[in-house]
């Protein structure tokens, strides 16, 4: 089988990869449930590739990421729920149905009154597919149903917060949102003190929910400025392991005093570089 610029041959090999017998061992072993940790991973990498401009990654992670799409979908296939043609045909009509500033008669909307248009329509979907299932909602519906549980704790934050901020309940300072850092960092002090570690996990919660909080009033990314802080930790990091390694040594054989210095050096190396 030939490599393609077409979908169509993507699909393909997904099928022969799952065909029994004659597909891939590995493959024709996977579920839903043992495939999502991939979808999620190759997310990810592809966020990851965005931050560091690599567009031959990006490429190469956007095409991971789509065959996760195009897996799940034959998974689906396979029980007779639906076939990856269904899933274009319905994200297709989603944008379609959102957008009616675009492909309707609802022209001349701000960003304000188109992201208020895309929230209501959301929420009739909701309710329209709710209604087509016969289920019963097991609470009221709120602001916060936005924000599915499953997204990572400091985006879920940000959105939580935001679905809040669209009806008042938002700080317009943000000298209280740091306000509430320290609060929060005092707090964190207090249950360590104390000793009690579902305390501490409470107020450790709390000041990451503040900081997310923080990042939103900036504009800022709050998992986009965490993996900027991990690749920052790890290539100092690896600047300490490298001075340790010129005097044939390992951080094993030096101690905090010493590898702090080596970190301070590898941080000035930074600044200077970024002049």
């Known amino acids: 089988m030939t490599p393609s610029r077409d979908i169509f041959r993507l699909i393909e090999i997904m099928a022969a990869l799952r065909t029994p017998v004659t597909g891939c061992p590995w493959d024709l072993e996977q579920s839903f449930e043992t495939i999502a940790p991939y979808t999620i ?6 966020a990851d590739a965005i931050q560091r401009a690599d567009m031959l990654d990006l490429r190469d992670e956007l095409g991971d990421l789509l065959l996760q799409v195009v897996y799940h979908a034959r998974l ?8 990856f043609g269904d899933v274009v045909q319905a994200v297709t009509a989603k944008m379609v ?16 009154a188109v992201n208020a248009q895309w929230d209501r329509i959301k929420a009739e ?20 149903d936005a ?11 940000v959105k939580l917060q935001k679905q809040a901020a669209t009806v008042g309940f938002d700080w317009d300072d943000i000298a209280l ?7 929060e960092a005092e707090e964190v002090a207090e249950a360590v003190e104390s000793g009690d570690r579902d305390a501490i996990e409470d107020e ?30 790890e290539r100092r990091f690896r ?27 590898a941080k000035a190396v930074e600044r200077a570089a970024k002049g």
Request: hydrophobic fraction near 45%; include cysteine; aromatic fraction near 4%.
């Open 125 to 144: 979907e909701k309710a329209a597919r709710a209604a087509e299932r016969g289920a019963v909602e097991e609470r009221p519906a709120s602001l916060m």
């Open 41 to 46: 991973e190759e997310a990810y990498e592809v």
């Open 147 to 157: 924000a599915p549980i499953a997204l990572p704790g400091l985006t879920r934050a």
């Open 239 to 265: 600047a300490i392991e490298a001075a340790l390694a010129a005097q044939g040594r390992t951080p094993t054989d030096s101690d905090l005093t010493e590898m702090d210095a080596l970190w301070n050096a």
């Open 97 to 112: 149905r959102r957008h009616p500033h675009v492909f309707g008669d609802a022209r001349g909307l701000g960003t304000e």
């Open 76 to 83: 689906a296939e396979e029980r007779g729920a639906f076939a």
């Open 204 to 233: 450790i919660g709390d000041l990451f929910c503040a900081v997310a909080n923080l990042a939103r009033h900036a504009g800022i990314d709050p998992e986009a400025a965490v993996r900027r802080s991990n690749a920052k930790f």
């Open 177 to 183: 949102v740091v306000g509430k850092i320290h609060e």
